[in-house]
């Protein structure tokens, strides 16, 4: 067998154990970002989850610094992992699905409607 | 013995599938996936569901909101009473099962089983694969779900790489002493068995974990907000308003894993990050490609490990542990596990892999 080398250090196992420890105190995701993050994707937190989501973040964007180290210089970003082509159907009309099946796990129904707070006053 | 189990990310007509979240807690789809018609063609009978972490991106399953769900696969596969179980590869969670219970576990090329019918998390990935107790068992499994589908619009049509593995490029990622036993283990079974193992340094393939991470979430963001509590799913009690309906139910229905991606998802593809963090990403996604493409111009597969340890603790996380497991999701090239390490291959070559886990299944813990 021949040498082992590698140039880039991946973290033993024991440094991971203060995975969400150490992270909490570097957090760089300041409140009012967050905040704004939870309305954009209506999702709220608590204030006893906010910390570790924080670290979360500080975590993987201290792992992006990584990337920094790759050469991207002329390279195009991969979307895909092989060549995608959507497929085609005849263009025909497929009742595949009743309307009952398709609103059996509805939450609420009014009449054949999903039922949803009143939008327009 | 003609008998899986499919783990709940794969939707079924007649059984629930909530995909580890009280958002989908009791939700019944009204289709099956491609999958379980293909199995049920076979003569399969589907013996159940089993719960994963939610939305699968999770260590081991540990994140199920019915609770005690880390290991399920295993645990019924233990049992000997169904053939395999059909799982979704999101973040690595069945491999890394397979690689710390004893068992084979093969996630295909992606494009070779159908994605239709089962629950999307991180849509340019997801990969249905097979846990099984022996390669050959994985092989069976693979071989009846592996076919076209025109309802699976991300199919990719299979050409089988023939011959069989003789020289391996062996990683060197840092994993505790258990787990570097077992690949040296594994590299014994192999030389004994007339496979060349060089050692080979890591390189970009090491950044992998960043990038993945950064594409998981980006991913799973979008493809989650489509939980809304709406037309399916957990609708809260709590709202007087459209917004606080949307607000409520997916706070109350999403684990904290789950929000904190999402929310590091959103972060990603927002603004100046678009290009910043998530258009690098996918640079470097085709940098770790072209490497691997590299790699398979010498050798016939990559050996690295699927997990760092034998044993998670609740320190451990997903999103760091999924470094050994991140090269193939990313890249979408079929990995085997057996014998407690992982074999990467090039696209298609999964009966080749399977080969050699046939030897590696005999080093068991």
Redesign the interface.
């Known amino acids: 067998?021949?040498?082992?080398?590698?140039?880039?250090i991946?973290?033993?196992?024991a440094c991971?154990?203060?995975?969400?420890e150490t992270f909490k105190k570097e957090s760089k995701m300041n409140e009012k970002?967050?905040l704004a993050?939870?309305k954009?994707?209506?999702?709220?937190?608590l204030d006893t989850?906010r910390e570790?989501?924080a670290a979360?973040?500080a975590?993987?964007d201290a792992?992006?610094?990584?990337?920094s180290?790759?050469?991207?210089k002329g390279?195009?970003?991969?979307?895909?992992?092989?060549p995608?082509e959507?497929?085609l159907?005849a263009d025909e009309v497929c009742a595949?699905?009743s309307r009952e099946?398709?609103?059996?796990?509805?939450?609420?129904l009014c009449g054949t409607q999903?039922a949803?707070?009143r939008?327009i006053e | 013995m003609r008998r899986v189990m499919l783990e709940d990310m794969i939707l079924t007509k007649d059984m629930p599938s909530a995909a580890g979240s009280r958002m989908l807690a009791g939700y019944v789809s009204p289709f099956d996936a491609t999958v379980v018609e293909k199995l049920r063609e076979s003569g399969f009978e589907i013996a159940g569901k089993l719960p994963v972490g939610e939305f699968g991106i999770d260590l081991v399953g540990e994140t199920c909101y019915v609770g005690d769900s880390a290991y399920a696969a295993a645990n019924v596969l233990k049992t000997d009473t169904v053939m395999g179980v059909i799982a979704l590869d999101v973040n690595g969670a069945p491999r890394r099962v397979a690689a710390q219970k004893g068992l084979v576990c093969l996630k295909p090329t992606y494009g070779t089983v159908s994605r239709y019918g089962t629950v999307a998390v991180a849509s340019s990935a997801d990969t249905v694969g097979v846990l099984a107790r022996s390669a050959a068992d994985c092989g069976t499994l693979f071989a009846t779900i592996a076919t076209p589908d025109a309802r699976g619009t991300t199919m990719q049509a299979r050409k089988p790489v023939e011959g069989r593995v003789q020289r391996v490029a062996s990683l060197a990622l840092a994993t505790d002493a258990a787990v570097a036993a077992k690949m040296d283990a594994a590299k014994g079974k192999m030389c004994a068995n007339g496979i060349e193992i060089c050692e080979v340094e890591a390189g970009v393939i090491a950044t992998a974990r960043a990038c993945w991470n950064t594409l998981l979430c980006a991913e799973l963001s979008a493809n989650l907000s489509r939980f809304d509590g709406i037309k399916y799913g957990h609708r809260s009690a709590s709202f007087a308003t459209l917004e606080q309906l949307y607000t409520e139910s997916r706070s109350e229905g999403l684990g904290l894993l789950v929000k904190s991606a999402i929310l590091y998802g959103s972060d990603v593809l927002y603004g100046k990050n678009y290009e910043k963090k998530y258009q690098k990403a996918l640079r470097v996604r085709r940098v770790i490609a072209e490497a691997f493409r590299t790699l398979f111009a010498k050798y016939d597969a990559v050996l690295l490990p699927a997990s760092s340890k034998l044993q998670y603790t609740e320190t451990d996380h997903p999103f760091a542990e999924n470094l050994y497991t991140a090269p193939a999701s990313l890249t979408g090239l079929p990995a085997v596990v057996a014998g407690g390490v992982q074999l990467i291959g090039p696209a298609f070559s999964e009966e080749r892999l399977l080969a050699v886990a046939t030897l590696l299944e005999e080093v068991r813990r």
């Open positions: 067998m021949g040498r082992i080398h590698t140039n880039i991946v973290k033993p196992a991971r154990k203060l995975y969400y970002a967050l993050l939870e954009a994707n209506r999702i709220r937190l989850e570790s989501v979360f973040f975590r993987a792992d992006l610094e990584e990337l180290r790759v050469d991207i390279v195009l970003p991969m979307v895909h992992v092989m995608v959507a497929p159907r595949d699905f099946e398709l609103q059996k796990n509805a939450p609420q999903w949803v707070p939008v």
